[in-house]
């Protein structure tokens, strides 16, 4: 064999050390001092040849011999702070011709981040870049060397021969073999169910059901984690200590980068010692402890701050916050004060939030703003089995609303889809004699029928609030219905009203169309793209940056949100029926009614039109949601045809990719495998199918998450606009609580909705939620610009990039059209939740790449 001596190749190595700073996982390892002791031959690189094959290793691609990393490079422009570049020379062996891949061994004590490396002046090539963005431990960790490939895109058929072993290995590594529990260094991506959210062996009141595998309590799959079952229900998974939460298995490429890390330690620990010494210390107000007796208590919150006694428990918060965490939350007197920013609903106008115009125009440009639906049959109508419920109809009666709808009837109002509803009766009432009985809630289930004016602006005509009946679900339901008034007694039962609604649909949008119609669905997404899509494949480097950190922030809402007593069922009104109501409201869940187009259409908020620029046409013009929502699903449905066309020019090498149809069979299959008899699944058998499927999964992961998430400090911060719990149901005449409403109704109204220790746990948790970090990566950005070799893929990306600068521009020109009334509305709340791009903390604003908080 002949080997060119007299060239050598040059590479970078783009590396982060391991730190201990914030790091959980491993507090006691050594440190190491010095980037000097990097070298020494510790760490190793082998360059394997993508051309020629060792007829002596299974015809896998050559191996040259180790380099071993050099001297340390000054950091270059760009590089960022944490993160250090080295040399690395290779002796150049001819029969390499061109690498294909790179064997990295790690013989140092500890772990280090290896971020990328790149080889100039390859013979006869020229440059090759390996995006690596992975730990690596030490060698005794692994069976096998590490590998990573160059960022070249192949199919499987494609795949050249002398690298085809090494990508099969990569996946069977990465699949593991469903044993044992699961160390931090184990790169294993597998299921289980949601069996880790009760601690049987603390009580039966401690205890769950278990979620996934059953027709009764349906769920997505999560990742596994291999910890050992309670003592005494052996099918559920024991928890960590809530003091070693952060130490839950996910893999570690899967686990919040550094300064993610430490952004979200600094929040959640101010929030969680914030609400902590609230709930704890019973703090007082005004005249009542644990309540808000006005108003100005509330603001309170914001804009004064409230001083806490010095107590036990806040000399133990001390002790455990780092010091320049600590400093952030003590007065300069030393005094810890409860104070949270400034929610943007009361930013301008302190009660813009109570009027009717702000209560309607939240329902296509806040928070929740994918819950309404046009109203298609009057009285509405109830789908619940009428065996087992009785009868569950509206009776809400033209008579209630025949007034305030501007001279239509309601015959005419329906066919000129005038009328609309927010209808959270049927999700609500199957559990809630229970929540009402076993729970400190008191809910209603709640229909809120609402008419579009001529402005384009909705006004509600009528709220219901439904109950059980009390002698048996099989006898219907016993409901009231209450009209708008601004003054008098009926004036403040008009408000309750609304506050009942705004429970019920902050349950809804919390529990449903957040966790679990983002959070908990991607997941199995997540798992199945690494088990059976290798690195190399392109619909891996399509999806995989909207993948980022969501296993990790899963496992954290397991750990402290989801659980028995966490801050679900302290803070939203289901209590300990919250994922069990997640769990029923799964099996309505339909993976391709997330395309926008198709939900807005079945909402009937759409009709479907072929000359739109979205194949649909809106019902309300000014509904910001949907018309930047409709905006942003083009550009990504675009960009993603674009992709997919580039690789898949027939749609017979679709059916015949293997790993595609691996992965398609693994979500349908066992991620979602209480779901996989559903019909609509697509196929995957066609580039309109594989483009459909892409481009839901990154809007879920991306838009859809964001529009839902990001606002909820805006909106919500403020809790009696978005309260999560009512406590009490309307008071009746001649009641002592009806007496109160009369003599105080800014008390009575706030002892209705959720207590001031609920608040405090709500607010810290959705101010935690609401930040961006600094290191996020939004839509239509990349972490390396280097993500693939191809230049086509490279050129879309470009027009991707250009064409969400153009929705940028759009959303900001609407929102400064005074024509379009639900674009800010009483609050001067512009809508912004779908702008592209934001900055650091709390925004309002942004679309990160995935779900990561």
């Not at 066609?686 to 805006?714: K, M, R």
């Amino acid at each position: 064999m002949h080997r060119d001596h007299e060239h050598t190749v040059k590479g970078r190595v783009v590396l982060m050390k391991k730190t201990n700073l914030l790091d959980f996982n491993d507090v006691g390892a050594s440190i190491v001092d010095g980037l000097s002791e990097l070298f020494g031959k510790k760490v190793s690189f082998q360059l394997v040849s993508a051309v020629n094959s060792d007829l002596d290793d299974n015809r896998k691609g050559k191996i040259g011999k180790p380099s071993y990393l050099e001297e340390w490079l000054t950091k270059p422009s760009g590089l960022a702070v944490d993160e250090s570049e080295f040399k690395v020379t290779f002796e150049w062996d001819e029969e390499i011709a061109v690498p294909g891949a790179m064997i990295v061994r790690n013989d140092h004590p500890t772990e280090f981040y290896l971020k990328t490396v790149t080889l100039e002046d390859i013979p006869n090539h020229g440059r090759i870049h390996f995006i690596c963005n992975s730990w690596v431990y030490p060698a005794h960790r692994y069976k096998r060397d590490r590998i990573f490939f160059s960022n070249q895109t192949f199919l499987p058929h494609e795949t050249p021969s002398p690298l085809q072993k090494y990508r099969e290995e990569a996946l069977v590594i990465l699949r593991g073999n469903g044993e044992g529990m699961l160390e931090e260094w184990d790169r294993v991506y597998d299921y289980a169910y949601y069996n880790d959210l009760g601690e049987p062996d603390k009580g039966p009141e401690y205890a769950r059901p278990i979620y996934g595998g059953s027709s009764e309590h349906p769920y997505p799959r999560r990742g596994r984690t291999g910890r050992p079952p309670t003592n005494k229900d052996p099918r559920a998974e024991s928890r960590l200590p809530l003091v070693r939460g952060l130490e839950m298995y996910v893999p570690r490429d899967e686990r919040f980068g550094h300064l993610k890390m430490s952004d979200f330690l600094g929040d959640s620990i101010k929030s969680i010692a914030q609400s902590l010494a609230g709930m704890v210390e019973g703090v007082v107000f005004d005249e009542t402890p644990q309540e808000f007796d006005s108003f100005k208590d509330v603001l309170e919150l914001y804009e004064g701050g409230i001083k806490l006694p010095e107590s036990q428990l806040l000399k133990q918060i001390r002790e455990s916050i780092p010091s320049e965490l600590l400093k952030s939350l003590l007065r300069s007197d030393g005094a810890p004060v409860l104070k949270f920013p400034l929610p943007d609903i009361i930013k301008e106008d302190k009660s813009a939030w109570r009027t009717d115009e702000e209560f309607a125009r939240e329902m296509v440009a806040g928070i929740h703003p994918i819950a309404i639906r046009r109203l298609e049959e009057f009285p509405p109508a109830s789908k619940l089995d009428p065996h087992v419920y009785g009868n569950q109809d509206s009776s809400i009666t033209e008579e209630c609303i025949e007034q305030n709808l501007d001279g239509f009837n309601v015959d005419e109002a329906i066919k000129n889809n005038k009328l609309f509803i927010l209808d959270h009766h049927d999700t609500t009432m199957p559990l809630l004699r229970q929540i009402n009985t076993d729970t400190f809630s008191k809910v209603y289930a709640t229909r809120t029928l609402l008419f579009l004016k001529e402005d384009g602006t909705l006004k509600p005509l009528a709220i219901e609030l439904s109950l059980p009946h009390p002698e048996g679900d099989q006898f219907g339901a016993v409901s009231k219905v209450y009209t708008p008034a601004n003054e008098g007694v009926e004036g403040s039962i008009w408000q309750l009203a609304k506050a009942y609604v705004a429970v019920t649909d902050s349950g809804h949008h919390q529990l449903i169309s957040h966790w679990l119609h983002t959070h908990a669905v991607i997941e199995p997404f997540v798992i199945a793209t690494h088990r059976q899509l290798s690195v190399l494949h392109p619909i891996h480097k399509l999806l995989h940056p909207h993948f980022k950190d969501t296993m990790h922030i899963n496992a954290i809402a397991r750990q402290v949100a989801l659980n028995a007593n966490g801050l679900f069922e302290i803070a939203v009104f289901p209590g300990k029926y919250a994922v069990q109501w997640t769990s029923q409201l799964y099996k309505d869940w339909v993976f391709t009614d997330d395309a926008v187009p198709t939900d807005l259409v079945k909402r009937g908020m759409a009709v479907k039109d072929s000359e739109s620029p979205h194949g649909c046409k809106l019902i309300i013009e000014d509904y910001p949601y949907a018309v930047d929502a409709l905006e942003i699903w083009s550009a990504i449905e675009s960009w993603v045809k674009d992709y997919c066309l580039f690789y898949y020019n027939s749609d017979d090498i679709i059916a015949n990719d293997i790993e595609l149809q691996s992965w398609w069979k693994e979500v349908r299959e066992v991620g979602h495998g209480d779901k996989k008899d559903e019909k609509w699944w697509p196929k995957m058998k066609t580039l309109d199918e594989l483009t459909q499927t892409c481009t839901t999964i990154i809007w879920v992961a991306s838009a859809l998450h964001a529009a839902v998430n990001f606002g909820q400090y805006p909106y919500a911060g403020y809790h009696p606009n978005r309260p999560t719990i009512s406590r009490r149901f309307t008071p009746e005449p001649g009641t002592l609580e009806f007496d109160q409403l009369i003599a105080n109704p800014e008390r009575a109204f706030l002892r209705t909705i959720t207590s001031q220790v609920q608040a405090l746990v709500g607010i810290s948790l959705i101010e935690l939620l609401s930040r961006h970090s600094s290191d996020e990566v939004y839509l239509g950005q990349r972490d390396t610009p280097e993500w693939t070799s191809d230049t086509v893929p490279l050129e879309a990306f470009e027009r991707f990039q250009m064409r969400l600068k153009q929705v940028e521009a759009n959303i900001v020109r609407r929102n400064d059209d005074e024509t379009l009334k639900n674009r800010v509305g009483p609050a001067k709340l512009p809508y912004t939740l779908l702008y592209p791009s934001s900055g650091i903390g709390i925004t309002g604003r942004g679309i990160p790449n995935s779900i990561s908080t």
